[in-house]
């Protein structure tokens, strides 16, 4: 398929390799160019601009950090909706607003362009390997058009329902992998304050109900108090904001969800906020008095 690729930052630029690699004719674009010469030099097209992009795209995936950087690219001036063909297809896998997402898709129909949201879990090693999950919301028709692009980006491809629905269920994930990630900072901190011997605790913790795919790839950042990049703090803070402003507005408690964007609120604000979000731990190993 035709493919245009916007946004090639930790997690876009592997994914756009994975569509590369999986026979796709590809044209990439990114704000920062040096980023799209790697892609380029085996194979890709460069635009320069998003609307050059998708002029003949027959999928155009975008991939930013938060929601006015997709409505921007998507409906800016030299954005996707003024160089997109009719019955083409937006597939937004960015971590958004379900709110925009709707009102995105809406201007899109005004000129016949499809849309579907379809972020993704996985984190940048999810990105590289090509296993990311992806959670696709859309019309079924537009889902399945598109698995052969979304496929060679991720193993797990589920259609949760309408335009935005994919945008709720990250929403709803990062919920959860928030109270997970506090969790496994806390388990860590009280293993290394007991004085025991933290590989062998995750061992034998790992194969019982507390696994969990963070306890597997991110509590030795935890234990060893070094996190390299695998998902900012930053950005996890955002796409939490979401699921808490999402939440308020239908009703819902969130509280676990309120304390770690407290949590992360002192992380970011003491400069660690391009660290991993495991970098959670250094708030609880502080104040048990570790560091």
């Known amino acids: 398929m035709k493919v245009a690729f916007i946004g090639l930052g930790t997690m876009g630029c592997p994914m756009a390799s994975n569509i590369l690699k999986a026979g796709h004719d590809l044209t990439v674009y990114n704000r920062t160019t040096a980023k799209e010469e790697p892609l380029a030099t085996r194979g890709a097209s460069r635009a320069a601009s998003p609307k050059d992009a998708a002029g003949q795209a027959e999928v155009i995936v975008t991939c930013l950090s938060d929601t006015p950087d997709v409505e921007d690219v998507i409906l800016g001036t030299d954005g996707v909706i003024h160089g997109?063909?009719?019955?083409?297809?937006v597939v937004d896998m960015s971590t958004i607003s379900p709110e925009?997402?709707?009102?995105?898709?809406?201007?899109?129909?005004?000129?016949?362009?499809?849309?579907?949201?379809?972020?993704?879990?996985?984190?940048s090693e999810g990105a590289e390997k090509g296993t990311l999950a992806i959670m696709a919301g859309g019309d079924p028709e537009d889902v399945e058009r598109i698995l052969p692009v979304l496929k060679s980006?991720?193993?797990?491809?589920?259609?949760?329902?309408a335009i935005g629905a994919g945008q709720l269920t990250k929403a709803i994930n990062q919920t959860i992998i928030a109270g997970v990630y506090f969790s496994v900072a806390e388990g860590m901190v009280?293993?290394?304050?007991?004085?025991l011997d933290m590989e062998k605790v995750v061992q034998a913790i790992g194969g019982g109900a507390a696994s969990s795919w963070v306890l597997t790839n991110r509590s030795k950042n935890m234990i060893d108090n070094n996190y390299p990049l695998g998902f900012r703090v930053k950005l996890h803070q955002k796409d939490l904001r979401i699921a808490l402003e999402t939440a308020r507005k239908l009703g819902v408690t969130l509280p676990v969800a309120a304390?770690?964007?407290?949590?992360?609120?002192?992380?970011?604000?003491?400069?660690?906020g391009d660290e991993d979000v495991s970098a959670m731990a250094r708030?609880?190993?502080?104040?048990?008095?570790?560091?």
């Open 259 to 272: 304390l770690v964007d407290q949590v992360e609120n002192g992380i970011i604000a003491n400069g660690y």
């Open 100 to 123: 925009a997402t709707c009102r995105i898709a809406q201007a899109l129909e005004t000129k016949g362009i499809r849309m579907v949201d379809a972020p993704v879990s996985g984190g």
């Open 153 to 161: 980006m991720g193993t797990s491809v589920t259609h949760v329902g």
């Open 283 to 291: 708030s609880i190993r502080q104040q048990s008095g570790i560091d």
């Open 190 to 195: 009280l293993g290394l304050k007991a004085g």
């Open 84 to 89: 997109a063909q009719p019955g083409s297809i």
